[in-house]
């Protein structure tokens, strides 16, 4: 498949109308669609479903628009890491990084790196540590602040030096809000919004111990910014790491009480073994090991 062929696949299932599209890329309606014609040809399957108003993707279409967003957002890197090599060090670092307290020192690692490398940009992508992995493995992301645990097998990291404290999140309204932490007994049976790493939630399951069976689970959640605003509405207690929710909520609105027995996490750092990196993410990864966690 021709990469400007996907391109002008996207824009199509974007704008939802070659005639539109045609006009965003600047070429004619006929060659859009002989074009997109061909595509499916090449792949043996048909990928819109042609409306008299707007064109929608069919189910194969879907997965090629998924695939072809990687595919392009890897090329695009690829083009700029490339472009970097040429000249000094410049480019794009691209960091993917869950919501936790260890955020801080991702940040005072890149301001200081900057001092040195003022050319360089950052991309940053926010998500669980299993999105951020699968990112890592598709060459999407250079480095992943992962929360622990993690399979770190194919990896190289930097431990950081910050511990990650686990927290029921709750209304300041609620009941639990007069104690200064929450036990397994005060959870029990009580509406639940868990994390959806299933290594994270085996490490809840043991620290209900006892009370697991009484387990009262209502939503999974990936970020516990949104897990925040579901407690807020009183859907639930949220289960999550304070992380920088600690530096942000509004305590008028929503609190955090430590669990007791007091579970604490670590982060790593990491990225791929033997993955080949731009000049600017190579140096980064240096100057991660020189400064430590």
């Known amino acids: 498949m021709d990469i400007r062929i996907l391109k002008y696949f996207l824009t199509v299932a974007r704008e939802e109308s070659i005639t539109r599209a045609a006009e965003v890329l600047h070429i004619t309606q006929p060659t ?19 409306g008299t108003r707007k064109i929608a993707l069919t189910g194969e279409g879907m997965l090629l628009c998924r ?3 990687e595919i392009t957002a890897l090329v695009d890197k690829t083009e700029r890491e490339i472009a970097a090599q040429q000249e000094l060090v410049e480019g794009c670092v691209t960091i993917g990084s869950g919501e936790m307290a260890s955020v801080k020192r991702l940040a005072e690692l890149i301001d200081s790196f900057r001092e040195r490398y003022p050319m360089v940009t950052y991309d940053l992508f926010t998500g669980a ?8 493995e598709l060459g999407l992301i250079d480095i992943g602040l992962l929360l622990e645990p993690v399979d770190m097998d194919r990896y190289d990291y930097v431990r950081l030096d910050v511990r990650e404290k686990w927290v029921a999140l709750m209304r300041p309204d609620d009941v639990l809000a007069e104690k200064a932490f929450v036990t397994a007994e005060d959870l029990a049976g009580a509406p639940i919004i868990m994390s959806r790493r299933p290594s994270v939630e085996s490490e809840l399951g043991n620290w209900f111990g006892d009370y697991y069976k009484d ?3 209502v939503f999974h959640s ?20 304070a ?51």
């Open 243 to 293: 992380g920088n929710l600690a530096f942000l909520w509004d305590e008028g609105k929503i609190c955090g009480r430590p669990l007791k027995p007091t579970l604490t996490a670590t982060s790593v750092l990491a990225w791929r073994r033997q993955q080949p990196f731009g000049r600017a993410a190579q140096k980064f990864i240096e100057h991660v090991r020189e400064c430590g966690g």
């Open 129 to 136: 540590a299993d999105q951020v992995k699968e990112r890592m």
């Open 32 to 50: 859009l669609s002989r074009q997109l014609t061909q595509l499916e040809e090449e792949l043996g399957t048909k990928l819109f479903v042609r």
């Open 222 to 241: 990936n970020l516990p910014s949104n897990a925040a605003v579901m407690v807020q509405q009183g859907l639930g207690y949220a289960l999550t790491v």
């Open 215 to 217: 387990l009262n689970m």
């Open 67 to 69: 695939r072809a967003r």
